[in-house]
């Protein structure tokens, strides 16, 4: 939380980064269940899902946003479970949930590039 922004504010804007986040995600995972559904039913092996996928910016952009998605998402709702349940708050758990989420973006971003870019 940065000097001049209120413990009321920071929780409103997690709340917004929260409810987004979800939506993204939920439009994210019925596209990518459906995809995945069609292309198997398909008869699309695995390495020919990731031979469409090569190059493909669209795919690219699209993976990049569920993931970005997931690494805002996923840490703000671990905050809230480790305050109201275990009654974990304060800087060392911002702190460690900042490093879970990037960790969830690195890596993330590493599997849009191996899926769209790398060989």
Wanted: glycine content about 10%.
């Amino acid at each position: 939380m940065s000097a001049g922004m209120t413990a009321q504010r920071a929780q409103a804007l997690l709340w917004v980064a929260q409810r987004a986040s979800a939506a993204v995600l939920a439009l994210a995972v019925v596209v990518h269940l459906a995809t995945m559904i069609v292309a198997v039913r398909g008869g699309l092996s695995a390495g020919d899902i990731l031979a469409r996928t090569r190059g493909s910016a669209g795919w690219a952009a699209f993976y990049a946003v569920f993931v970005v998605a997931v690494a805002v998402h996923a840490p703000i709702g671990l905050r809230v479970v480790a305050g109201e349940w275990a009654g974990l708050r304060g800087r060392g758990v911002d702190v460690a949930l900042a490093a879970l989420a990037l960790a969830l973006l690195g890596l993330g971003m590493r599997a849009v590039y191996a899926v769209t870019v790398a060989p």
